[in-house]
């Protein structure tokens, strides 16, 4: 069993950066798919961003892609989402998930390719 724990989300300014934090414990990590997801109210759950488990591929939402970075450190156990030029439209929670190993192939882009979840943390962009 993994567990997710996400952090760094606060308010900001439009504008502004944010680097949201995923720590994992249990679990083989290195070995799993990391994405982030975000959700605004009344709205479904959206993907944001993953990476593969070298982090030699990464795939973005076209709504973040060139002001948001994914990354991940196995070694720590973590996973990162550095947001830029946030907007008002960014303000959601957002939520790390993690995908166990299996031989088929996803863009790991739907909520329902990820088998873990962080409790996830508020972000809110003030205009």
């Known amino acids: 069993q993994v567990q997710l724990v996400e952090s760094g989300g606060e308010l900001v300014q439009a504008g502004g950066s944010l680097r949201l934090s995923c720590a994992a414990s249990?679990?083989?990590?290195?070995?799993?798919?990391l994405g982030w997801f975000r959700q605004a109210p009344g709205k479904e759950r959206e993907f944001v961003a993953t990476i593969n488990r070298n982090g030699g591929n990464l795939y973005y939402a076209d709504s973040v892609k060139g002001r948001s970075t994914i990354s991940r450190d196995n070694a720590k156990k973590m996973v990162y989402l550095q947001m830029n030029s946030l907007k008002p439209e960014d303000t959601a929670v957002y939520y790390c998930a993690a995908r166990r190993f299996t031989t088929t192939r996803t863009m790991g882009n739907m909520p329902d390719d990820y088998d873990y979840w962080g409790q996830g943390t508020q972000v809110t962009v003030s205009s």
């Open positions: 249990g679990g083989t990590f290195s070995s799993y798919r």
